[in-house]
Nanobody, 124 residues
Framework: VQLQASGGGLVQVGGYLRLSCAASGRSFSNDVMGWFRQAPGKEREFVAGISANGANTDYEDSVKGRFTISRDNARNTVYLHMNNLKPEDTAVYYC??????????????????WGQGTLVTVSS
């Protein structure tokens, strides 16, 4: 069972990146999926989450209106579209799967599977 995050990189302030999280080994179509991030010296924090059918989403306040989470269950893939990036968005971004909940939860301990992380660097 594996979650593979990709799409990170170096981008200028105001730029755009799309992160992808491809799942393998089992279907994640019934799982809540989330994106978290961890900046140097800081704790891992919730960024966005999406319910299994994609009908419900939740976002951390600082990314609302800039980031969009989506999923393609046929491809077993979750995306994070990040617009108007800011230096404070710089972090390693992780995708994660929550097998047990029907609603999006913002606590990292709720998630059972984690990807390896992809680095996003926003330069000013």
């Amino acid at each position: 069972v594996q979650l593979q995050a990709s799409g990170g990189g170096l981008v200028q302030v105001g730029g755009y990146l799309r992160l992808s999280c491809a799942a393998s080994g089992r279907s994640f179509s019934n799982d809540v999926m989330g994106w978290f991030r961890q900046a140097p010296g800081k704790e891992r924090e919730f960024v966005a989450g999406i319910s299994a059918n994609g009908a419900n989403t939740d976002y951390e306040d600082s990314v609302k209106g800039r980031f969009t989470i989506s999923r393609d269950n046929a491809r077993n893939t979750v995306y994070l579209h990040m617009n108007n990036l800011k230096p404070e968005d710089t972090a390693v971004y992780y995708c994660a799967a929550d097998r047990l909940s029907y609603r999006v939860r913002a606590t990292a301990v709720s998630y059972d599977y984690w990807g390896q992380g992809t680095l996003v660097t926003v330069s000013s």
